[in-house]
């Protein structure tokens, strides 16, 4: 062999040694691509398309003679890959900032006891006071104004939020924190599951008091036209049989089921009422840890009229007060204070004063059992809960 073919021999195993270093450093960057962009939320499709980017560049650069013209076709391609690529990049983190900042779960302030502009029930109890020994009482977001007003009632006005007695820490850590007894009494709906088992773990043993009943209810943005849903369409929606709101009368639009945070007492509640229908897996977008992003969240969301989310009754109307969002009757009834009343509304949980047995704090009872009176009865009733008398 002639020293001019040595040559060509020489240039070709060069081009064929650095095209494989090329391809592994190429894979070695897609990997990377795959770990980072993936957990940011990139469409995989678009990380597929990127894992023969750098190959298609450099390859071609190594083998080709007129590398000019490839260039020009390449960096076409190029841009319109990396255009693609941050538009996705931009609609993830666009669905990410569609909730609007709604920390804390409920504008606390405004619920506060012992203050001349709150928006509590404001009464002063005529046959329960405090002075010592306070139950340490807590609950969930939607329950703060009611048991807000219990402690302007009964306590002394002293007691400020997160003082040890008078807490506001939400359904799964407030029901952690009976577990361990580091509170007396929380003011919710049922447990979970988990919440229960972790009691059991730490040799808690709860014990319910049923102070009032409310609606659970499914709302969706006031644009969508369907009005009504029949309990059997709620959870073939849920359970991801039901995709499309043309299959239940309304728009050709591909429904958007938003959910929340396990533990959370709409999400266990939710649970409950699927029975035994499992639940789809949400996407993560469409799990919110506050109960008020959910409801941000469906007036929000992309086209808006497709989405659909839960909370409680009381908490969408009186609370938050969302004027994008409407609540969907169930069975051709609407969630209103006579329809729990009367039972023609048909998915209602007990809300509950949520004890643990063998607390040695006598005041306990003593506020349960006032809690159950006539005035305490009044204050959820002008809460705007339904009582149980």
């Known amino acids: 062999m002639n020293k001019t073919n ?3 021999l ?4 060069l081009k064929l ?6 391809l592994l450093f190429s894979a070695y ?3 990377i691509l795959l770990l980072v962009l993936s957990a940011e939320g990139i469409n995989g499709v678009l990380i597929a398309i990127g894992a023969i980017v750098l190959p298609s560049l450099f390859l071609p650069l190594i083998w080709l003679k007129n590398r000019k013209k490839f260039l020009k076709v390449w960096s076409v391609f190029a841009i319109c890959f990396f255009i693609g690529l941050g538009v996705d990049y931009g609609m993830e983190k666009y669905d990410e900032s569609i909730t609007v900042n709604t920390s804390p779960n409920i504008r606390i302030q405004e619920y506060l006891p012992f203050r001349e502009e709150t928006k509590i029930v404001k009464t002063k109890s005529e046959a329960l006071s405090f002075s010592e020994d306070l139950p340490r009482i807590d609950g969930a977001a939607a329950l703060f104004p009611v048991y807000s007003a219990f402690v302007n009632a009964v306590y002394p006005e002293t007691t400020v939020l997160n003082d040890g007695n008078f807490e506001y820490n939400n359904t799964p850590e407030g029901y952690r924190l009976l577990a361990e007894k580091e509170t007396d009494i929380f003011i919710g709906v049922y447990p979970s599951e988990e919440q229960i088992a972790y009691a059991k773990e730490k040799n808690t043993e709860f014990n319910y008091t049923k102070i009032g009943t409310e609606a659970f209810v499914f709302f969706v943005h ?5 009005e009504s849903l029949t309990q059997e369409q709620v959870r073939k929606i849920y359970s991801g049989e039901i995709t499309n709101w ?3 009368g309304g728009k050709n639009e591909k429904i958007a089921a938003f959910q929340r945070n396990e533990g959370s007492g709409s999400q266990s509640m939710l649970k409950r009422f699927m029975g035994d229908t499992p639940l789809a897996e949400p996407p993560k977008e469409m799990v919110n840890d506050l109960m008020s992003g959910i409801i941000e969240k469906v007036s929000n969301y992309r086209s808006k009229t497709n989405s659909i989310g839960f909370s409680f009754r009381y908490y969408v109307e009186g609370i938050i007060k969302n004027p994008d969002i409407k609540m969907l009757e169930v069975d051709g009834f609407a969630p209103t204070a006579e329809n729990i009343k009367n039972g023609s509304y048909p998915i209602v949980t007990p809300i509950y004063a949520v004890t643990y047995e063998n607390n040695e704090n006598e ?4 506020m349960l059992e006032w809690i159950l009176s006539g005035e305490g009865q009044s204050i959820i009733e002008e809460t705007g809960y339904v009582g149980i008398n």
């Open 6 to 8: 040595l040559k060509k």
């Open 10 to 13: 020489g240039k070709f195993l």
């Open 17 to 22: 040694i650095i095209s494989a270093a090329v």
């Open 29 to 31: 960057i897609d990997v």
């Open 222 to 226: 006031k644009d969508n036209p369907i």
């Open 246 to 248: 043309k299959e239940v």
């Open 363 to 366: 005041n306990v009872n003593k």
